[in-house]
C-alpha cells in the first residue's frame, strides 16, 4: 500500500486551505439549528479530506496514500458543536455569524497509530499537538473554540456555510491523520534515519579510536627512543674522565632541566591527544640528548682541564 522511503519532512502536514460553502435544503436559518449542524459537519469533512489531499500532495517524496482509507478516517472524526451562541446577527442581513465549542472525537485505531508513529519518530504525541493548538483534551475527545457562518438563500428552502479559513481544529486533524495515513513511510524513513545515525556513529568511534591509537604508537615509540638516547648519553658519561664529570656535572645538571623545561614548552598546544603531546616532547628531548652526547663523547680522550659540556642555544 505504501513504499516509497525518502527524508522526513512532517511539518507540512500542517497546511490549511480556503473553506467553501455547504448548502442544505429545508433550511432552519439558526446557528444552533439540525440543518446548520448538519451542514456544519459536512462542510468540516469536506475541507479536511481537501486538506489532507493537498497537504499529502506536498509529500509526494514520503510515500502514497490510500484515498479510501483517507476517506474513511476522515468519515470516522465524530464533529459535536456545545454551547452554541449567535455572536452578530445584522438585522440587514440574513447572515449569521456563529460561535462554539467544536468537540473532535478521533477514531481509537486512528489516534492509537497517530500517537505511536509520532512518539517513534519525535514529532510529539497527539495531546501535545493539541496543546499547541489551544484544545482541550477530556475524556477522549479534543475541544475548543470555533467560529462558522450561516445563512439561508433567498428562498429559505436551503441553507448556506462558511467555517473560517484558521480552524486550528482543522489543522490539528490534517497534522494527526496525516501521521495516520503516512505511519508506514514515517516509521521506515525513521529506521533509515537512525540507522544511518547508528553508521555514523560508529564510523565516527572508529575513527576516534584510530585517532588515539596512532596517539599511543607515537608516545610507545618516542619512549622507546628517549630510553635508548638516555641509555646512549649515560654510557658516555660514565666512559668520560672523573675529573671531567665532577667538573661539569653542575652545568650538566642545569642543561638536563633547561633542556625538558624547553622540550614542554614547544610540545604544548600541538595536538588535542595528551599521548601526542608527549611523544613529542620526548622526541624533542632525544633529539638534545644525542646531540649532547656527541659533544660529551669529545670528554673520553681529553686530557686537560677544558672538558666540553652541552649547550641549549636560542
Known amino acids: 500500500m505504501r513504499a516509497l522511503k525518502v527524508t522526513l519532512a512532517f511539518g507540512l502536514l500542517v ?5 467553501d460553502g455547504a448548502i442544505f435544503g429545508g433550511a432552519d436559518a439558526d446557528c444552533g439549528s439540525d440543518d446548520a449542524l448538519k451542514a456544519i459537519d459536512t462542510l468540516f469533512k469536506e475541507e479536511l479530506e481537501f486538506a489532507l489531499q493537498e497537504s499529502l500532495a506536498d509529500q509526494k517524496e514520503l510515500g502514497s496514500y490510500d484515498a479510501a482509507e483517507l476517506e474513511d478516517a476522515v468519515k470516522g472524526a465524530s464533529l459535536k458543536l456545545e454551547d452554541v451562541r449567535t455572536s452578530r446577527d445584522d438585522p440587514d442581513s440574513s447572515r449569521l455569524s456563529c460561535k462554539a ?9 486512528v489516534e492509537k ?16 499537538a493539541a496543546n499547541r493548538f ?25 441553507l448556506y456555510a462558511e467555517i473560517d479559513d484558521d480552524a486550528v481544529q482543522l489543522q490539528f486533524l490534517t497534522e494527526i491523520i496525516g501521521s495516520y495515513l503516512l505511519s508506514d513511510e514515517i516509521r521506515e524513513v525513521k529506521i533509515a534515519q537512525d540507522q544511518a545515525l547508528a553508521e555514523e556513529r560508529r564510523a565516527e568511534r ?7 591509537a596512532e596517539g599511543a604508537a607515537a608516545l610507545n615509540t618516542a619512549q622507546i627512543e628517549r630510553k635508548l638516547a638516555s641509555e646512549s648519553i649515560n654510557a658516555v658519561w660514565n666512559s668520560m674522565p672523573i675529573a671531567a664529570q665532577k667538573s661539569i656535572e653542575d ?9 625538558k623545561a624547553l622540550c614542554s614548552a614547544e610540545s604544548a598546544g600541538t595536538d ?4 601526542m603531546r608527549k611523544a613529542e616532547e ?22 686537560s682541564d677544558d672538558w666540553a659540556y652541552c649547550r641549549i642555544r636560542s
Open 251 to 259: 652545568v650538566h645538571n642545569a642543561w638536563v632541566q633547561q633542556m
Open 272 to 275: 588535542d591527544r595528551a599521548t
Open 101 to 109: 465549542i467544536l468537540v473532535l472525537d478521533l477514531p481509537d485505531d
Open 134 to 158: 489551544r484544545l482541550k483534551r477530556r475524556g477522549g475527545t479534543y475541544s475548543g473554540d470555533f467560529s462558522y457562518f450561516v445563512q439561508p438563500t433567498d428562498d429559505g428552502n436551503k
Open 15 to 19: 497546511t490549511l486551505v480556503g473553506c
Open 113 to 128: 497509530e497517530a500517537n505511536d508513529v509520532r512518539i517513534m519518530a519525535e514529532l510529539g504525541t497527539v495531546r501535545e
Open 206 to 212: 572508529e575513527a576516534r579510536e584510530a585517532y588515539e
Open 282 to 303: 620526548l622526541s624533542c628531548q632525544t633529539r638534545f640528548v644525542r646531540s649532547c652526547a656527541n659533544i660529551l663523547r669529545g670528554n673520553i680522550s681529553r686530557r
